[in-house]
Every structure is written in C-alpha cells, then in structure tokens.
C-alpha cells in the first residue's frame, strides 16, 4: 500500500485502496478522510494512479450529500479543526459514526458479476430473475444485494438479506436496504434528468454513536462505487452502448495483459490518460 499522505494536524491512522483515514486529538468524534489517485482493479492497488481522480470523487460525493435527503457524516459547525489547503479539494471532515459491516449494493441493470451468475444459473447473488434476459438488460425493478465487507486485499462475500438480518438484527437490516434502494431511486432520477443512466452502486452506513440514527458514509455514488452508463449511447444499442464513467478502461486493459499471478505491471500512459477523462466526463455531465 503507498504511503498516506502527511495531514498536519492529523494523525495517520488506516489507508485504504483509495482513501486513507487521519484522527485529530483535539477532536475526537471528527475524523479526516482522504481521498487519493491511487486506482485498484482484481484487488490490487495499480501505478500509476489516476491524476485529479481524487478531488474528482471528492466533488462528487460533496455533490451528491447536497442532494440527497438522508444523513450523512460530514462534519459541520464553527469550531472545526483546520484542513490542510492543498489537501482541501480530497478531503472531508466527517464525524466519527459505528460503521456496519454490510456493502449495500444496488443493481438496476444487469451486468458484470451478475451477468454471469445470471447466466450460469439463471439469479444474481441467489435471487431468481426472469428468462431470457441478456447483458445491460435493466431488470424488472433494482435488486437489492448485501454484501459482508471483507478485511483489505480479500474479496468482499456476497450474502443474503437473511444473512444480513443475522449480522445486524431486523430492524437495522431492514433500514439499510430501504435505504438503499431508496437512495438508488432518487439517484437514477437525479443522474436521468443529466442523460446518465445510474446502472448499479454500493452504499456505506453507520450510525451514529449518540443517537442510533442510520447514517450514510463514506463517498457516495462516485465513478469508483458506481457504474453510470451514457443513457443516449445505452438507447442506441449496439457493443458500445455500456461503456461506462469509471475505471472499466482500466480493468479491460489489465484482463488483456495480466494473467493475475504476481504483481500487475504499470498502467500506460495512454490508458491512464482516458480513464482520466471519464473520470471528468461524469463530472463535467452531472454537475453541470
């Protein structure tokens, strides 16, 4: 893992694939979260990274928090501690929350490792889907698909909805995919209205320590957590019509040229150069 970037002030206390996490002493109940370029496919952390990609997921997530009518954790108020100006457009001070150990995902459409559960047995994450479905197809309303979020390097576990019950309780199992797929639905509405198609996400939840509320966390609905699909290009047909704003030129290339043994070889300039782009094509298309 590359080393975190220095915060002064902050206290390095955990790094991520993307993200690292600073604590402050004077402040106890904040926490500094960094967003950085660093780009992963297949569990690996790639160089180089991305440049930019990290004030790009960090525009988007603030974006999205002012949009979206559920808590979240940034942090607010005057007696704040400093933030660092060159770390100020990746950065989010966010208040300290329990975090559940559920990813709540959300499809809308079918693809990528639900394509191919699909067509090996005919569900996606055990859930029975209609016949004759193909690849991009939307699906005949959002799935809701929990998964137990795995320790850093490991995969997360795709489980049940009667698993999550088992891990969290009823009642905060059942908030959480209420949540989320409401989440999902006031998003894809949003991202419509901007010719995005919001094809799936995954969201992150805690809550919050003094009062129980469910609270969202997190980045939140970025080209990294997120697969977004041009909506005129997806209308059109054709092999084009899923290419999405996120990283997928990345793993394309990689698949092609790493048989995933050892260590994945260097992104080329050119690949880095267009994941770029998509990365500021999104913002460019949503937040305009």
């Given at each position: 893992?590359?080393?975190?970037l220095?915060?002064?002030?902050?206290?390095?206390?955990?790094?991520?694939?993307?993200?690292?996490?600073?604590?402050?002493?004077?402040?106890?109940?904040?926490?500094?979260?960094?967003?950085?370029?660093?780009?992963?496919?297949f569990?690996?952390?790639?160089?180089?990274?991305?440049?930019g990609?990290?004030?790009?997921?960090?525009?988007?997530?603030?974006?999205?928090?002012?949009?979206?009518?559920?808590?979240n954790?940034?942090?607010?108020?005057?007696?704040?501690?400093?933030?660092?100006?060159?770390?100020a457009?990746?950065?989010?001070?966010?208040?300290?929350?329990d975090?559940?150990?559920?990813?709540?995902?959300?499809?809308?459409?079918?693809?990528?490792?639900?394509?191919a559960?699909?067509q090996?047995?005919?569900?996606?994450?055990?859930i029975?889907?209609?016949?004759?479905?193909?690849?991009?197809?939307?699906?005949?309303?959002p799935?809701?698909t929990?998964?137990?979020?795995?320790p850093?390097?490991?995969?997360?576990?795709?489980?049940?909805?009667?698993?999550?019950?088992?891990?969290?309780?009823?009642?905060?199992?059942?908030?959480?995919?209420?949540?989320?797929?409401?989440i999902?639905?006031?998003?894809?509405?949003?991202?419509?209205?901007?010719?995005?198609?919001?094809a799936?996400?995954?969201?992150?939840?805690?809550?919050?320590p003094?009062?129980?509320?469910l609270?969202?966390?997190?980045?939140?609905l970025t080209s990294?957590?997120?697969?977004?699909?041009?909506?005129?290009?997806?209308?059109?047909?054709?092999?084009?019509r899923m290419?999405?704003?996120?990283k997928?030129?990345?793993?394309?290339?990689?698949?092609?040229?790493?048989?995933?043994?050892g260590?994945?070889?260097?992104?080329?300039?050119?690949?880095?150069?267009?994941?770029?782009?998509?990365?500021?094509e999104?913002?460019?298309?949503?937040?305009?």
């Amino acid at each position: 893992m590359p080393d975190a970037l220095t915060a002064p002030g902050w206290t390095h206390v955990y790094s991520g694939k993307v993200r690292d996490l600073y604590a402050h002493a004077g402040h106890l109940t904040l926490m500094l979260v960094v967003a950085s370029d660093r780009v992963s496919a297949f569990d690996h952390v790639l160089e180089p990274g991305i440049p930019g990609k990290g004030a790009l997921l960090t525009r988007l997530t603030h974006w999205w928090f002012e949009r979206l009518a559920v808590p979240n954790h940034l942090a607010v108020g005057d007696d704040l501690p400093a933030v660092a100006a060159e770390l100020a457009d990746r950065a989010m001070l966010v208040r300290r929350l329990d975090m559940l150990p559920i990813e709540c995902v959300v499809r809308g459409y079918l693809t990528g490792s639900g394509w191919a559960e699909y067509q090996a047995s005919g569900t996606v994450c055990g859930i029975p889907l209609p016949a004759g479905l193909h690849d991009g197809d939307r699906l005949p309303e959002p799935l809701y698909t929990p998964a137990f979020k795995a320790p850093l390097g490991e995969h997360d576990e795709n489980i049940s909805f009667e698993r999550s019950v088992e891990l969290v309780g009823l009642e905060r199992a059942t908030q959480l995919r209420d949540a989320s797929l409401a989440i999902f639905a006031a998003a894809s509405a949003i991202a419509a209205e901007r010719g995005v198609l919001l094809a799936d996400t995954k969201f992150e939840f805690g809550t919050d320590p003094a009062t129980g509320v469910l609270t969202l966390a997190d980045e939140v609905l970025t080209s990294d957590s997120s697969r977004y699909w041009d909506a005129a290009l997806y209308a059109g047909g054709g092999p084009n019509r899923m290419d999405s704003f996120d990283k997928q030129i990345v793993r394309d290339w990689l698949a092609a040229h790493w048989d995933r043994t050892g260590e994945p070889p260097a992104l080329p300039a050119e690949i880095v150069e267009r994941t770029a782009a998509r990365y500021r094509e999104l913002i460019d298309r949503l937040c305009a």
